[in-house]
């Protein structure tokens, strides 16, 4: 025991061997003060750590109360009175009052990340956009173009829940220090696009956006732009020309849209899912967000699940839920019974395909899924059985990208024609097996080496298929020629 009276000192800036050992000379005690405190420290060393908490192990089966989408199968009324009626627009003025630093620490703190496809960390991003001012307005724009094959959910989110993404626009400008959003919306979705201006309109007669918005002091418009279905227009610089009225065409970055984005203004481009839940993450805390899935892989997500399953439907359901279960207990397993699966695309088309093997035990979210070479991408799940011809189902997938590429750059403008000639032929088995490493060294060349990502998202369903199916790809080139050998004898 250390005795009451003892001159040890225990302050945190200063070890046993920094207390002053020349005073020992002047002050006999001084000896006693330097061997209690390293008693002292010893004792304090051997003490066993405080016990971690313990880390979550099971995910999924998200409660009702947990949902964030309250309405997405629309069996609710989506205007305002019903929005207002699930929880939508409550104390909006309390968070805006709060600041931009306090929106920004919530996200951060929530741990969300992009639910567009590349998963960036959106308090990250969001914080870019607070530099000192320089007289150029700020803007946000909204990303719901969505032309990624499979995937199904953010035109539910505009159809049957609008006001959550018009309060969203409105809690992430103020987050931002924007003036205003643009929502660029896919020229197809007509029921989405009536849907969002009628809630828009319904939030300026409310004066929930416009001057004063909420009472809150700040100003903030939103506007809605409506493209006309072209795929690229996904990409967020190809968005933002397009929106100025160019050829949607990606541009060349650095300068980032942070920096110089449409009308040559600081702008960040965020997914309409991702904008939709800031309002609900600021209202119940982004350590409650933060709760819900694995380390860096946190908060809930809407998962798109078709193909050949019994109940195809999208999905509000916990971050790394297990693939299977996402399958069986959602859209009623894969048709015939989950031991009649051949091979999942996880993340909507550009995306590698994995096969059942892996699928067995797969978690779905960012970083389990790159674990196994593939990605999250948009969450969009399609689900293939036996009796899919996958190599017909990749050949289709890079037609798609051949048809979509804007041509501005020569590996992806020449590469998807060339992949799509190539896989045309494998579906046959007209080909020869080393060809297998030829079309794999071709997908090489094209990702990576592209102004944006859809050469990378025209090359991964190929490399999915020769990681993957190569014994396939091989028997199929064997029973051509063996065919034709038949054919030339007789």
């Given at each position: 025991t250390i005795p009451f009276n003892a001159h040890v000192r225990f302050d945190s800036e200063l070890s046993p061997m920094a207390l002053n050992l020349t005073s020992c000379i002047y002050r006999p005690w001084a000896r006693h003060e330097v061997s209690l405190a390293f008693a002292a420290r010893r004792v304090l060393s051997t003490q066993p750590p405080p016990p971690a908490p313990k880390k979550k192990t099971t995910f999924g089966n998200l409660k009702d109360e947990d949902r964030i989408f309250t309405n997405l199968y629309g069996r609710h009324d989506w205007k305002l009175k019903g929005a207002m009626s699930r929880g939508d627009w409550y104390k909006t003025k309390e968070i805006l009052v709060k600041g931009h630093d306090w929106i920004l620490q919530e996200v951060k703190k929530s741990g969300l990340r992009g639910r567009g496809g590349a998963g960036f960390p959106s308090g990250l991003k969001w914080s870019f956009m607070n530099k000192p001012p320089d007289g150029r307005p700020k803007y946000l724009v909204v990303n719901a173009d969505e032309g990624e094959p499979g995937t199904c959910k953010d035109r539910e989110i505009m159809r049957h829940d609008p006001h959550k993404l018009v309060e969203g626009c409105l809690i992430a400008g103020r987050a931002m220090g924007a003036r205003a959003a643009y929502i660029y919306i896919r020229g197809e979705f007509y029921n989405e696009a009536s849907n969002m201006q009628v809630a828009i309109h319904e939030a300026y007669e409310a004066g929930l956006i416009g001057k004063n918005a909420c009472g809150s002091n700040y100003d903030f418009d939103i506007y809605m732009h409506r493209g006309a279905g072209a795929y690229i227009c996904g990409e967020e610089t190809a968005l933002i020309e397009s929106l100025e009225g160019k050829a949607g065409k990606p541009r060349l970055k650095p300068p980032f849209p942070a920096d110089v984005g449409v009308f040559g203004c600081p702008t960040t481009v965020a997914n309409v899912e991702t904008v939709a839940v800031a309002p609900t993450i600021c209202r119940r805390g982004g350590d409650w967000f933060a709760s819900f899935g694995r380390e860096r892989n946190s908060g809930t997500k809407l998962y798109c699940i078709s193909g050949h399953v019994n109940t195809p439907c999208t999905v509000e359901e916990e971050m790394s839920i297990s693939l299977k279960e996402l399958v069986e207990r959602h859209a009623g397993g894969v048709r015939g019974g989950w031991d009649n699966l051949l091979a999942i695309i996880?993340?909507?088309?550009s995306v590698p395909l994995l096969p059942k093997?892996?699928?067995?035990?797969?978690?779905?979210?960012?970083?389990?899924?790159?674990?196994v070479n593939s990605g999250l991408g948009t969450a969009a799940v399609i689900v293939m059985d036996k009796t899919a011809d996958v190599v017909d189902c990749i050949a289709r997938l890079s037609l798609f990208y051949k048809h979509e590429s804007c041509g501005q750059c020569t590996p992806c403008r020449e590469g998807t024609g060339w992949l799509y000639k190539i896989m045309?032929?494998?579906?046959?088995?007209?080909?020869?097996p080393a060809e297998i490493d030829m079309i794999w060294e071709l997908s090489k060349q094209i990702e990576g080496h592209t102004i944006c990502a859809l050469g990378d998202a025209a090359a991964w369903p190929v490399q999915?298929?020769?990681?993957?199916?190569?014994?396939?790809?091989?028997?199929?080139?064997?029973?051509?020629?063996?065919?034709?050998?038949?054919?030339s004898a007789r």
């Open positions: 996880p993340g909507g088309s093997k892996i699928c067995d035990d797969v978690l779905m979210d960012f970083d389990a899924l790159v674990a045309d032929r494998f579906v046959s088995g007209n080909a020869k999915g298929l020769v990681r993957h199916f190569r014994p396939e790809l091989e028997a199929r080139m064997a029973a051509y020629h063996k065919k034709q050998q038949q054919v």
